[in-house]
């Protein structure tokens, strides 16, 4: 049965309509916003690229998530930005790094507060790659027991849970395995499972002071074009005990997301970097798009896509957009 019976207008013709038979809705508790936290006292140093996001010290971090809070988000996840950084990454796992204090203490003023934490070391490591470095290029198996140390800290400091973006092979088990040893076998791990090597991180880097001082990330982030090995990349991130996975960037790899929907059962989290989150603002100061509404389309896309948890630098503005009794 086709057009003149069928009119796909009739259910598009006013707000009423539209509400009920929408087939993705958004909700604060898809949200998770990222923080950069620093050393020192009341410092809120705005990003240049990504307007309405700050380098923060632990007073502002908390002033924050007091407003996330507020704003009945899903949680927060913190990167730290050290005051030093050295070869080994000796800061992503001290037991009084940037992070590790700043997890006790939000969590010392704000109990009920999701705390998550980045498991990686290019914040904290002089050259600005993500693990040991030999011969120029990042060893594997020596920097998974980095990153084992770094989550067990982050969960001793109060952590509720840890999530790796470094891309080694094998850190979920090994991040498992010391988690279980040290009396943390009830923290969960999201992994960064199916992270590109991509154009779109610029901003973070800017953030996070964590540029590489040579090379890139090729040899351990993927390739953009492949779609089939994320799915293996998830496939063995699951199998190593990840208990939920994500895909990141989110808007470029809606595809990715669909997909690893439609295999896997585990709760799929997507990540809208920086470099999607500054396209949009840059775009909206120059007046060339509606801040609103092309913040709520893309959310909207990636959940579409089958993402359940967002990571935006949108989500306290989204959250209380959905709040607002005109939502
Ligand atoms: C690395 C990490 C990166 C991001 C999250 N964790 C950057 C990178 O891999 O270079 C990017 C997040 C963003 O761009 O918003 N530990």
Not at 120 to 132: A, L, V
Not at 216 to 232: I, K, L
């Amino acid at each position: 049965m086709a057009f003149p019976i069928q009119r796909l207008r009739r259910l598009r013709a006013t707000p009423q309509i539209r509400r009920i038979v929408r087939e993705t809705s958004l909700e604060p508790a898809n949200f998770i916003l990222p923080l950069f936290v620093v050393n020192g006292e009341s410092v809120r140093k705005e990003i240049s690229s990504m307007p309405g996001n700050y380098q923060t010290s632990i007073d502002q971090t908390i002033e924050i998530c007091r407003d996330a809070q507020a704003a009945s988000i899903g949680g927060v996840i913190l990167f730290g930005i050290p005051d030093q950084k050295d070869e080994d990454a000796s800061g992503a796992f001290a037991n009084d790094g940037i992070v590790q204090r700043a997890i006790t203490a939000i969590k010392r003023e704000l109990p009920r507060l999701l705390v998550i934490t980045d498991v990686c070391n290019c914040e904290y490591t002089s050259h600005g790659h993500c693990g040991k470095v030999i011969h120029g290029d990042v060893d594997n198996d020596i920097t998974l027991d980095w990153l084992a140390k770094g989550a067990v800290s982050h969960a001793r400091a109060g952590a509720d849970i840890v999530a790796p973006s470094d891309m080694m092979d094998g850190r979920v088990a090994a991040i498992r395995s010391a988690l279980d040893k040290e009396g943390f076998s009830n923290t969960p791990i999201l992994s960064y499972a199916a992270k590109f090597a991509s154009a779109f991180y610029g901003p973070f880097r800017e953030a996070a002071e964590s540029t590489p001082q040579f090379g890139d990330r090729r040899s351990y982030q993927m390739d953009p074009a492949n779609a089939r090995e994320a799915m293996r990349e998830i496939q063995m991130d699951l199998e190593e005990g990840a208990d939920m996975i994500m895909v990141k960037p989110a808007m470029p790899y809606l595809d990715i997301i669909r997909e690893a929907r439609e295999r896997f059962d585990a709760p799929i989290s997507a990540y809208q970097v920086s470099g999607e989150y500054s396209m949009i603002m840059a775009a909206v100061r120059n007046g060339w798009i509606d801040e609103e509404r092309a913040m709520m389309e893309s959310l909207t896309s990636i959940k579409r896509a089958g993402a359940g948890l967002i990571l935006t630098y949108f989500a306290v503005k989204a959250a209380r957009l959905l709040n607002s009794p005109a939502c």
